[in-house]
């Protein structure tokens, strides 16, 4: 897919948390197409392996790129973010720290891997390439007062770590605040289900989105459509709480949007949705519910 930008965000305009007091660098109308110039998740200060996680500090991690103001955004509006393509740097970075992540506890050394990309594959070792599916690690809209730290996940979006917010997916936020402010940053070259050593490849980048405002539709939100699929994502203190609430989410959908019987929407969902986790080393998990989009075309439903 290719896109031709017009408007482009540099990546000295970050923000380290979402919040309607921040303001914005750029404006944009619905339907305009803007790229996002971005760091990685170490504000690109981690350029050898000499230097270790902990030579940065927490005010550096995880800035994103924005906000950007989309004219017509009103509160109660959904803003359609249709990712139209990801641009990778060519090497990345991996930091390991003891009390970080699910091995936290038995680490015991911290450590930093930088790690090429040729090719369209990511040099882990002499026997390992992995190939790249560079993907958006934080992107979200301002939280109606709050503000969130840009590394916490919530229905704003966020830090949310789901691999599947690729080039060409379409993701769906809420608009809490006039002009939405969306920003995003945290691209991983390649990431697990899971991010279980508390990083992706870490990688800076630039992200090309075509921004749409969809007005009087209600989604459970974040949803995202990707592939074959569509994915309500939520994000709780515990990978529980999040599965369940993405469950619900998708449930609701089902039965709002395509109307579906309350029962029968479960066990289609119990036959075919796939329950997965996103990550599960973020101050909130974050999980996420795939339903096929053939059942939705099986309803002739399109979506907004
Ligand atoms: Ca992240
Ligand atoms: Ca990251």
């Known amino acids: ?23 914005p660098v750029c404006k944009a109308i619905s ?35 924005g906000p950007l103001f989309v004219e017509e955004a009103e509160p109660g509006d959904i803003l359609k ?15 390991v720290a003891p009390n970080l992540g699910v ?48 590394g916490t996940p919530g229905q704003h979006g966020g830090n949310m770590d789901c691999k599947r917010i690729v080039e060409g997916a379409v993701l769906y936020l809420p608009v809490h605040v006039n002009g939405a402010l969306l920003s995003m940053g945290d691209l991983h070259a390649v990431m697990g289900d899971g991010e279980v050593i508390i990083c992706g490849l870490e990688i800076s980048g630039e992200v090309t989105v075509r921004v749409s405002v969809i007005k009087d539709k209600i989604f459970p939100l974040p949803l995202l459509k990707e592939g074959d699929h569509i994915m309500t994502i939520a994000s709780a203190e515990t990978l529980d709480l999040a599965a369940k609430q993405a469950t619900l989410q998708m449930h609701n959908f089902l039965i709002e949007e395509l109307g579906v019987e309350f029962n029968e929407a479960g066990m289609l969902l ?33 979506l907004a």
């Open 81 to 95: 973010v249709e990712i139209l393509k990801i641009s990778i740097a060519k090497q990345g970075v991996m930091t």
């Open 1 to 23: 897919m290719s896109a031709i930008s017009t408007i482009k965000i540099l990546k000295e305009n970050t923000i380290l948390s979402f919040s309607p007091s921040n303001q």
């Open 103 to 150: 091995l936290g506890e038995a680490i015991k050394e911290e450590k930093t891997k930088i790690i090429r990309i040729e090719n369209g594959k990511a040099l882990f070792n002499e026997k390992i390439q992995i190939p790249v599916r560079p993907m958006i690690g934080v992107i979200g809209t301002s939280p109606e007062t709050e503000e969130i730290p840009t």
């Open 270 to 302: 119990s036959l075919v949705g796939n329950l997965r986790i996103c990550q599960v080393v973020d101050p909130l998990m974050t999980a996420r519910m795939e339903l096929p989009l053939s059942i939705l075309e099986n309803y002739h439903y399109h």
């Open 31 to 65: 339907g305009d197409v803007i790229t996002f110039e971005t760091c990685d998740c170490f504000s690109n200060q981690i350029q050898s392996e000499e230097q270790l996680f902990s030579s940065v500090g927490w005010d550096k991690i995880n800035p994103a790129t």
